[in-house]
């Protein structure tokens, strides 16, 4: 029997965000702390430590042609810092600066604060209105894009889905590499 029609835009984006979401868990329930900064190219991005014990991210403001390839570490952190500023423009609050999201390193800690992310941007989702899906949205394009909350929450799910499907990429090459003996 096919799945009824959302009665709502909110809800037909909270199912799609939890179609994604279920690929997400499918590959944070498997990552090794050796997953994060595992290295798949020479040019790539990564996180990295500071003197502090912090981690700060590979960055450019101009996209390098070639893209580096991001590490499990880097999309971990990206997807942070995106969602992060997501859920800020969508509650009204002062969107936070790339440098100020925190990444928690390698391993079960980074998997924790993904699901406060997921968890968070639920919460937001589900107490959205038609009303406040309405409301225009200058994030993550132009405020003169004439785009709204809702384009937002779809953007979301989008990259979502994008960024989970490159980790799980990432994962899969670094275990069928080590299943065939390469040192990875």
Known sequence: ????VPASVTALLRRQFD???ALAEYHLDRLEPGDFLWEPAALR?????DPAGGWRADWADTEPDPVPVPTIAWLTWHIGWWWSVAADHVRQRPARER???RWPGP???TVAWLREL????????DGLTEAGLDRPS???WPADAGLTVADLAAWVNAELMKNVAEIGQLRLM?????????AV
């Open 174 to 182: 670094r275990a069928a590499g080590r299943a065939a003996g390469r």
């Open 138 to 140: 200058a994030y993550p």
């Open 19 to 21: 179609l994604t979401w």
């Open 45 to 49: 991005w990564t996180m990295r430590q």
């Open 107 to 109: 391993g079960a800690e």
């Open 118 to 125: 997921r968890s968070e941007w639920t919460d937001t989702l």
């Open 99 to 101: 440098d100020d999201i």
């Open 1 to 4: 029997m096919p799945a009824s």
